[in-house]
């Protein structure tokens, strides 16, 4: 324990609590919305449609997140959209005095950012109501100490400043986020539990059938951080507790904000726990000054975001941090211009450091990529890499499972992309019940994908919602190893034993569908959810961008595809018509180093699209490729396509076959499947 946490004070929270107030109903109604920011106080119920399905990229969009300290109470929901309006401007929630703010279905759904709740706590929001409320925003509001609840009784409880009971925020919770709520927060929480003032309940589950994800938490469960105790024989759904991690790592947008917390809360000169299983990345932000608009350069956003940099920079080499950096920048002209980053984090950590059997953490939603290979991996929040740092674990409430079995054989030209987009609408998941849940992919067709193409559904696991994806690992992760690392089979095939779910494992619910029965889909813009088959699109159309890259789609599977779709067309006299951008972007040096190999890079400016550099990019309004007016049309292969995601224009999802096949037609179109190769990486 470090010294001066011994003798920090630290108590809980009064009990019953007493919100002062106003509330705010994030309705549809852009008029509406108007009225409550002038002071009008709606009755509730109102009649109003609350909106669903709000991310934390319309909470905080993603130039936002530049800012990390109090700041960022100026700025909750400018990226909500009501109707087709954007009606909350800068200071709006902070001057309106709200202390509540409620809204429908799936709250917090999307990027795991810190920066939404954050920023609302720092404009006065204390308490969030929800039908349904995302699990990482739900953990960060708890471990910065905002109150979440579905009980929209609490309405006129607030508005009357009545007290209210804090059981009613802890009620059916397990003990360890009950004293986080209790104690106001994560951090002082931790503080009471290294005093011994805090006790983690003793996970007393018997042996019993478990799946894959249950038996890895159950393995890296801390039994007892002081005596550094390590594992149980078995763990079930509702168990609450602590896991150690193997790997944690965090991005530009997270690391700061992290480590200003570390620096005030537990102190500058202290030195994190095995700085070695940590790794920082600059990946979000390196193009960011070739998407940002004058506009917003004028306000210094540009320079707020440079100052995420520099922190990142600065902590790492204080705390000898692994960090992978962006490329040094191309000259052309005085100042020169970027030339992205080594990698982004979720391709690298399963390049170059998962492993089956793993537990890793990382401050973004798509960190469940690395599931691919058979890791329990998972995003979490600032608070929560912060705390890490201090523990080496992170507190879990053991989700219940979930498996999702396809069956068959896929037809050739469809994807692990395609599989996913049928995942997302499936009412099950659509419907949000699948939040929070640990899922595990399975069946003939997945089993015959490649490890990229596992990692394509393990990544998106984050638009399931669901608390992580996983996938049984098997003689193909061991040759995946080996090719990508020179890993020795004979040292890694034994990291494979026991890791698969038993035949008598407890399943919430199976989810299947026959693979054979799919068609090249698209996901209709505002949400990854709205998937229908290309053949039922009802006509052309056109685009006027192409987007193919990104953690999801920047793989060498992936550059596989755009590759074959592309060299047909030159075969055909085919190249991107003018009018349409295409853009091609890998996820790390070692995926551009491999396209120079199979000689894709000539193939990719033969036929006019551009390559960039690793970096996240379009995929979060930051680099080439996003749009800038809403009658833009783009075609993507990225993950998610939340309104304002990358840029205000209109944003289709779709596999790299599909993206490429219409950056060559100039609409939204599938490949002929006749002519695509068999990839295996």
């Not at 783009?634 to 993206?659: H, W």
Request: hydrophobic share 40%.
């Amino acid at each position: 324990m470090i010294p001066s946490l011994k003798q920090r004070p630290v108590a809980k929270r009064p009990d019953p609590v007493r919100l002062s107030g106003r509330v705010l109903f994030l309705v549809d109604d852009p008029a509406l919305v108007a009225r409550q920011l002038a002071g009008e106080d709606l009755p509730w119920p109102s009649g109003a449609r609350l909106r669903d399905n709000i991310s934390t990229d319309e909470i905080t969009p993603a130039y936002i997140c530049y800012y990390y300290d109090e700041r960022l109470g100026e700025f909750p929901y400018l990226g909500l959209r009501a109707g087709n309006e954007f009606p909350i401007g800068r200071g709006a929630v902070k001057a309106g005095g709200f202390a509540c703010s409620v809204a429908g279905k799936r709250r917090g759904k999307g990027s795991s950012r810190e920066q939404s709740p954050y920023a609302e706590m720092c404009a006065g929001i204390q308490l969030v109501i929800a039908e349904s409320i995302e699990r990482i925003y739900g953990e960060n509001c708890q471990n910065l100490g905002v109150l979440t609840s579905t009980d929209f009784s609490l309405i006129e409880k607030v508005r009357r400043n009545e007290p209210i009971p804090l059981s009613v925020f802890t009620q059916g919770e397990g003990g360890i986020t009950r004293g986080i709520i209790e104690y106001g927060g994560l951090f002082q929480y931790n503080v009471a539990r290294l005093q011994g003032k805090a006790q983690v309940p003793a996970v007393t589950t018997a042996e019993r059938p478990m799946t894959l994800a249950e038996k890895i938490l159950a393995r890296h469960w801390v039994r007892d951080l002081s005596r550094d105790q390590v594992g149980v024989p078995a763990v079930r759904r509702g168990d609450e507790g602590f896991v150690r991690t193997d790997i944690r790592f965090s991005h530009e947008y997270v690391t700061p904000m992290a480590a200003i917390f570390w620096e005030q809360y537990v102190g500058k000169n202290e030195k994190i726990v095995d700085p070695g299983s940590v790794f920082f990345f600059r990946d979000h932000l390196t193009y960011l000054e070739l998407a940002m608009t004058d506009e917003r350069k004028a306000q210094g956003l540009l320079d707020v975001a440079i100052e995420l940099k520099e922190k990142q920079e600065a902590f790492a080499q204080a705390q000898g941090v692994k960090l992978y950096g962006e490329l040094p920048r191309r000259m052309l002209g005085r100042m020169g211009v970027p030339s992205g980053s080594e990698a982004i984090c979720h391709s690298k950590i399963l390049e170059a450091h998962a492993l089956p059997g793993h537990l890793i953490i990382g401050s973004d939603s798509h960190t469940p990529h690395a599931g691919a290979i058979g890791s329990v991996a998972f995003g979490v929040g600032t608070t929560a890499i912060f705390n890490s740092w201090l523990t080496k674990d992170v507190r879990i409430k053991v989700p219940p499972s979930v498996l999702v079995r396809i069956n068959g054989r896929k037809p050739a030209g469809i994807t692990a992309k395609d599989f996913m987009l049928q995942v997302l609408r499936h009412p099950y998941v659509k419907d949000g019940h699948a939040i929070g849940k640990l899922v595990e992919y399975a069946g003939e067709a997945v089993e015959a994908l490649s490890v990229d193409e596992r990692a394509t559904m393990t990544n998106m696991a984050a638009e399931v919602g669901a608390f992580t994806g996983i996938i049984r690992p098997d003689e193909k992760v061991v040759e995946y190893l080996a090719r990508e690392r020179g890993l020795d089979p004979a040292v890694t095939r034994p990291l494979l034993e026991g890791l698969w779910s038993d035949p008598d494992a407890e399943w919430e619910t199976v989810i299947e569908f026959d693979a054979a029965e799919l068609e090249p889909m698209v996901a209709l813009p505002g949400d990854p959810g709205n998937g229908i088959f290309i053949s039922e699109l009802g006509g052309p159309v056109k685009i006027d961008i192409a987007y193919a890259g990104s953690c999801t789609a920047g793989k060498k599977s992936d550059m596989d595809m755009y590759a074959a779709v592309f060299q047909d067309a030159l075969e055909q006299g085919k190249r991107v018509p003018a009018g349409v951008q295409c853009y091609v972007q890998c996820g790390s040096q070692e995926v551009k180093r491999y396209c120079e190999e199979m000689g894709y890079l000539e193939v990719f400016e033969k036929v006019g699209a551009v390559f960039i550099e690793p970096s996240c990019g379009a995929c979060i309004n930051a680099g080439p490729g996003v749009s800038y007016d809403r009658d833009t049309v783009t075609i993507s292969a990225i993950n998610r396509n939340f309104p304002g995601r990358s840029g205000p224009g209109q944003l289709y999802l779709a596999s790299p076959y599909t993206t490429a096949a219409s950056a060559v037609a100039g609409y939204i179109t599938a490949w002929d499947p006749g002519l695509v190769p068999a990839t295996g990486r």
